[in-house]
DNA sequence: GCCAACGTTGGC
DNA sequence: GCCAACGTTGGC
């Protein structure tokens, strides 16, 4: 089992989005060492931290599965697809996605500026490595986060 | 909208 | 394979 955090801009696909149809295909990764990740890495039953960047408060907002291991990503076909790569054919992909299916949306977000307060949080890729989008998260890194989540939703 | 950090491209 | 130029990301 591991643990991830996928970026997303919420203008674009949102923990919202992401609760109304229950699943999704992770389209639109175009970036090599994400890409390795989703072929190589994500697994299914993974759990997903989802988070929204590009907007007014990045924040982690809700938890995803896995539910589908890494498999072509079809707008890399389509030419009328934002996500289209005229390099890649049938035979020959060079995009991957993944599925999943929403588990939660977090009541009280984790803000990114809360995530680089807290000491424990310092060595997250959120932190280090800001622009991958398909990040890697510890275990105990992630058990942290589900505690706070569950503690702020107790509060509420 | 700025801009620092980082990723990609392509000439050599 | 190096690296300069260029493009993108994403917090602020």
């Known amino acids: 089992m591991h643990y991830w955090l996928f970026k997303t801009e919420p203008g674009t696909f949102s923990i919202d989005d992401l609760a109304a149809s229950g699943l999704t295909d992770w389209e639109g990764v175009r ?3 994400a890409r ?3 072929r190589d890495d994500v697994k299914v039953g993974d759990q997903v931290l989802i988070y929204h ?3 007014k408060t990045p924040a982690i907002t809700g938890l995803a599965e896995v539910s589908r291991a890494g498999h072509p990503d079809p707008g890399q076909f389509d030419p009328t697809s934002d996500y289209h790569d005229p390099r890649a054919t049938p035979d020959n992909p060079r995009w991957i996605q993944v599925s999943l299916n929403f588990l939660a949306k ?3 977000p984790l803000t ?3 995530i680089r307060e807290e000491p424990v949080l310092r060595n997250m890729e959120l932190v280090n490595r800001s622009r991958l989008s398909i990040q890697h ?3 105990e890194d992630f058990l942290y986060i589900m505690a706070r989540m569950q503690r702020a ?3 509420q």
């Open 112 to 114: 990114l500026a809360q």
């Open 31 to 33: 970036n090599y060492q």
């Open 36 to 38: 390795n990740r989703l």
């Open 106 to 108: 977090f009541p009280v």
């Open 153 to 155: 939703e107790g509060s």
């Open 137 to 139: 998260v510890s275990r």
């Open 53 to 55: 960047s590009s907007c």
